[in-house]
């Protein structure tokens, strides 16, 4: 195994166990506030494809959400939430040692941005509209802070961050909508969903159907962590098989602002991009665990496919 392999292994894999695996023995305090139905929750998510062993294509991202319970819907008689979300992403070709543009098979792409949330969620319905605003380029800070990252911890070579995507300004709206049907119930519960993501503004322009096939015992989908609900301390614990194929329109991350930009690299994105995909997810009390697969499809013409992991933990409180 590679060197710099080895060292995202020694490092993430004591992580990995403290996350996913101590912090259920953490959970185990009982204490009389704990029996109250939480209403709030803050939530640190990081996608990596380190346990996989490459690093290419969507390298990182780092997500920080709080999300709150709303009391009483404003706008629709379902159950509402709210939320905030501050996130990075790092994008880069499959060689990240090259400085010739000649050898990149997609640009360097960084961004930051802040989203909002508002979800509305029935027994069998779920709707959920994002505003995304940030930054693209080296402004973004996210280029920066994957050498530091490099350097500081994986201790191998930074990527060179030569043809980088330029500084540009984004707004974005997104839709998620699902429907979903209760096949078997508790506690070997199994639901199957069909989905719709769409997105629309100067970063992402998609359409995106999919299907969802849920095991094991879960909540209602206005009270389960599959659709990140709130209002329950039932307990959780199943995994989730979705696949889904998106329509692109547009992606300022390959090709650049939709207005133009000073971008020295970019591509054209494939029209449509496979999605697969595997979760794992466990309430405990106020604990929420998610461990997931993603596989996507090339995003560019003869570029190769490409898959990582996402982990999530997420602390609830309030009432």
């Given at each position: 195994m590679e060197t710099n392999s080895m060292a995202r292994l020694f490092f993430f894999g004591p992580m990995f166990?403290?996350?996913?695996?101590?912090l259920p023995l953490m959970a185990q305090e009982v204490v009389q506030d704990s029996l109250s139905v939480p209403n709030q929750q803050v939530e640190l998510r990081h996608d990596n494809d380190f346990l996989l062993t490459t690093d290419r294509y969507y390298s990182s991202g780092l997500f920080l959400t709080y999300r709150k319970k709303l009391k009483k819907g404003l706008l629709s008689p379902w159950d509402e939430q709210v939320g905030i979300t501050l996130l990075q992403q790092v994008y880069t070709p499959s060689n990240i040692q090259s400085e010739m543009?000649?050898?990149h098979d997609?640009?360097?792409?960084a961004f930051t941005g802040l989203q909002f949330k508002w979800t509305s969620t029935s027994d069998r319905l779920f709707l959920g509209i994002d505003g995304l605003l940030g930054a693209a380029g080296p402004d973004s800070g996210a280029g920066n802070f994957q050498r530091w990252y490099h350097n500081?911890?994986?201790i191998s070579p930074p990527p060179v961050w030569e043809g980088e995507i330029a500084n540009s300004f984004h707004s974005n709206m997104y839709l998620n909508a699902a429907r979903e049907w209760e096949w078997l119930p508790n506690p070997f519960g199994i639901r199957?969903?069909?989905?719709l993501k769409g997105a629309a503004g100067s970063k992402d322009l998609?359409?995106?159907?999919?299907?969802?096939l849920h095991f094991g015992r879960r909540n209602s989908m206005h009270q389960s962590i599959a659709y990140d609900q709130l209002g329950s301390l039932e307990r959780e614990i199943y995994f989730t098989f979705r696949v889904s194929q998106r329509y692109v329109y547009r992606n300022a991350l390959i090709e650049g602002h939709p207005s133009g930009d000073a971008s020295p690299l970019v591509f054209a994105p494939e029209k449509q991009v496979f999605h697969l995909g595997f979760d794992f997810f466990h309430r405990f009390k106020r604990h929420d665990?998610?461990?997931s697969y993603r596989y996507l499809g090339p995003e560019i013409l003869d570029n190769g496919s490409h898959n990582y992991l996402i982990l999530s933990y997420g602390y609830s409180f309030g009432s």
């Open positions: 166990y403290i996350c996913i695996g101590g543009l000649s050898d997609r640009p360097y792409a500081a911890i994986v199957a969903a069909v989905e998609f359409i995106e159907p999919g299907i969802a665990y998610k461990v």
